[in-house]
């Protein structure tokens, strides 16, 4: 089992794309995004996959992504929110690389997505329930995946990036 490769889950708007970048600069890895990977793949956006193909076309989608991504050395990769929702996805993060669970309150997640028309999920007359029933179901199998979970609310991204070294550090998995 190779460990090099870090995996961020979490829910939308826990900081996976921010805290990536970041992170992978650090490490000198190459950050990978899965929903842009798939948006790059297919030429469409997500919210035009889900409108075409429904939620469960973008997941057929995720899942080959994802199992494509996760067999590749030296990356840092920022997961969709909801890929932890297949087995199948589960089993290869948790066996292919280092998973850190970037973890929120529902609060502090409405404020980081209220102005983002690019999330499926969240185009409701009631966006904080959405995200409260999101958590509810996928908290546990963000916690089954995870090696590390770091709490993103109300610290910035370095101390998040920091506390992810310190851990790969600790580890010797860096």
């Not at 889900?50 to 050395?73: H, V, Y």
């Not at 509810?136 to 089954?144: K, S, W």
């Not at 610290?155 to 010797?172: M, N, P």
């Amino acid at each position: 089992m190779h460990r090099e490769s870090i995996f961020l889950v979490g829910p939308m708007g826990a900081g996976k794309s921010t805290v990536g970048r970041f992170l992978a600069d650090k490490l000198h890895y190459q950050f990978l995004d899965s929903d842009q990977v798939i948006e790059d793949k297919t030429g469409a956006t997500i919210p035009m996959i889900f409108d075409i193909e429904g939620e469960s076309g973008f997941r057929a989608r995720e899942k080959a992504a994802i199992d494509d991504l996760t067999q590749q050395s030296e990356i840092v990769l920022a997961t969709g929110g909801g890929a932890i929702l297949n087995p199948e996805n589960r089993k290869n993060l948790r066996s292919r690389g280092f998973v850190v669970y970037l973890k929120s309150s529902v609060d502090s997640l409405v404020q980081r997505t209220r102005h983002d028309r690019n999330r499926p999920l969240l185009q409701t007359e009631n966006p904080e329930q959405v995200l409260r029933k999101l958590i509810e179901e996928r908290g546990p199998l963000y916690e089954e995946v995870a090696d590390l979970v770091i709490q993103t609310e109300q610290v910035s991204v370095h101390r998040v990036v920091k506390q992810i070294l310190d851990k790969l550090a600790e580890q010797k998995i860096i």
